[in-house]
C-alpha cells in the first residue's frame, strides 16, 4: 500500500535551506502491514504490549509491533499505541536532526494541536484563525525525546549552539489528551538531510496545517492479549 507525502517546511532548528516538492512514500510495518477500515480511509495503529524506553533509538525490539511509514531520504515514522498512549518515533540518517511534528484535531472542541520535538518541546493550538505562541516546555499530557544538545561551534559571526545529529526523536501522547478512538492527524519530519539540502517531509500528500479535512484518520487496534 503506497501513500504519497508532500514536503513543506515546519519551523524547528535552524537548518540549511528547505527544498520544496512532492514525493512518495510507502506505510509499511515490521511485521503487519498497516491497514484501512472497510467503511472508511482510516489507517489502523499497531497495538503494543511494552511501552518503549525514550532513549532516541526505534529501531530496536521494543518497536517491532510499530507501523512504519517509509519516506523518502531513508527516513522512517513508527507508530503503535498501549492502552493510555500513542507511541511516534521519527527515524533519520546519521547526518539528519529528525525534527517531528504530530498535529491532532480535537474531535471536542475543533481546534488543532501541533505538537513539536526538536531542540525544544512546544505545543501551539489553532483556534480556526491563527495560531497560539509556541507553550514551550509547559507539557501537557504528552512528552518526547528533543534534539540533544552538543556544545557550541565556531560561526563567522561567533559561537553557535551545536545540536547532535543521527538521534532519533521519540514522542508519547497520552490518549486521554484527545477524545476517541480515532484521530485525525498530520505527521511532519524536518531536519532530514537529501544531498546538500535540508528537506521536510509531510503526511499525507497536499495536507495544509490549518485545514484538517487534507489530514488523514487514524484508528486505535485492539490491544494484544499476548504478553
Request: glycine content about 6%; some cysteine.
Amino acid at each position: 500500500m503506497q501513500h504519497k507525502l508532500s514536503k513543506t517546511f515546519v519551523p524547528g532548528i535552524i537548518l540549511s535551506t528547505i527544498v520544496l516538492s512532492l514525493v512518495t512514500a510507502k506505510v509499511v510495518a515490521t511485521e503487519v502491514i498497516a491497514t484501512k477500515d472497510n467503511t472508511a480511509d482510516v489507517i489502523t495503529i499497531n497495538s503494543t504490549n511494552k511501552a518503549p524506553l525514550f532513549d532516541g533509538r526505534c529501531d530496536k525490539d521494543e518497536w517491532n509491533s510499530a507501523i512504519k511509514f517509509e519516506l523518502p531520504a531513508n527516513t522512517f515514522v513508527y507508530l503503535m499505541h498501549d492502552k493510555h498512549s500513542l507511541y511516534v518515533c521519527a527515524k533519520g540518517k546519521a547526518e539528519d536532526y529528525a525534527v517531528i511534528d504530530i498535529y491532532v484535531e480535537h474531535a471536542k472542541t475543533g481546534y488543532l494541536h501541533k505538537l513539536h520535538a526538536s531542540a525544544q518541546l512546544g505545543e501551539r493550538v489553532f483556534n480556526g484563525k491563527e495560531w497560539s505562541k509556541p507553550d514551550r516546555w509547559n507539557l501537557k499530557d504528552w512528552s518526547g525525546f528533543w534534539v540533544p544538545y552538543a556544545g557550541r561551534v565556531e560561526a563567522e559571526d561567533g559561537l553557535k549552539p551545536n545540536f547532535l545529529k543521527g538521534t532519533h526523536r521519540e514522542m508519547q501522547i497520552l490518549r486521554k489528551k484527545f477524545p476517541g478512538d480515532t484521530w485525525n492527524m498530520m505527521i511532519s519530519v524536518s531536519g532530514v538531510n537529501d544531498g546538500e539540502n535540508s528537506t521536510s517531509f509531510s503526511y499525507p500528500e497536499n495536507a495544509v496545517d490549518t485545514d484538517s479535512s487534507t489530514w488523514a484518520k487514524f484508528s486505535f487496534s485492539k490491544l494484544s492479549s499476548a504478553k
